[in-house]
T-cell receptor, first 115, second 116 residues
């Protein structure tokens, strides 16, 4: 079974631009979560989706948004990029939200650099 | 709010030796899940081991085991017979119990070096 895939793997943008990152969960998984990883703030939860609905959102500004499609694929969008948005963005999928101790499987991440 | 603390930014171990990574957490809940994730240089986050708080027995996965002390809110990871491939950043993580969320709260990580 294929793992979680994230595209693109690397992105370079300039301040003020917007960016869209994509995550395809493991086949059959319907819950997708996003995390931002930076050296200064560590791993921080962005949001999670299940059945095309956002279930939880972390403490990030409105410039960060996401959505999930009917095939469970998810995208996150960051508008008006700032230097501080440079980070590794990780996506994780699981069969259902909070179902027992279900393992969340992480993708390889998208490395975003904002110049 | 729940928090996870890893007080050891870096650790080093000789190949074939045993090392223990520390993690403490704070929560007012009685049921929850705890995890150890490994992040090698490739940045792919890999689950190492998980523990349900309602289970008293410590989880084990091959060379990896945990010492779960619920009253002390401590969740340490023991790696036995360390191998070069164990070198990575290790994150301790907490997740609430129940079906409301998959949100993981991570500690700051411990960078483990394995010396040949």
């Amino acid at each position: 079974k294929a793992g979680v895939t994230q595209t693109p793997r690397y992105l370079i943008k300039t301040r003020g631009q917007q960016v869209t990152l994509s995550c395809s969960p493991i086949s059959g998984h319907r819950s997708v979560s996003w995390y931002q990883q930076t050296p200064g703030q560590g791993l921080q939860f962005l949001f999670e989706y299940f059945s095309e609905t956002q279930r939880n959102k972390g403490n990030f500004p409105g410039r960060f948004s996401g959505r999930q499609f009917s095939n469970s694929r998810s995208e996150m969008n960051v508008s008006t990029l700032e230097l501080g948005d440079s980070a590794l963005y990780l996506c994780a999928s699981s069969p259902l939200p909070g179902s027992g101790a279900d393992t969340q499987y992480f993708g390889p991440g998208t490395r975003l650099t904002v110049l | 709010a729940q928090t996870v603390t890893q007080s050891q930014p870096e650790m080093s171990v000789q190949e074939a030796e045993t090392v223990t990574l520390s993690c403490t957490y704070d929560t007012s809940e009685s049921d929850y899940y705890l995890f150890w994730y490994k992040q090698p240089p490739s940045r792919q986050m890999i689950l190492v081991i998980r523990q349900e708080a309602y289970k008293q027995q410590n989880a084990t996965e091959n060379r990896f085991s945990v010492n779960f002390q619920k009253a002390a809110k401590s969740f340490s990871l023991k790696i036995s017979d360390s191998q070069l491939g164990d070198a990575a950043m290790y994150f301790c993580a907490y997740r609430a119990y129940g079906g409301a969320t998959n949100k993981l709260i991570f500690g700051t990580g411990t960078l483990l070096a394995v010396q040949p």
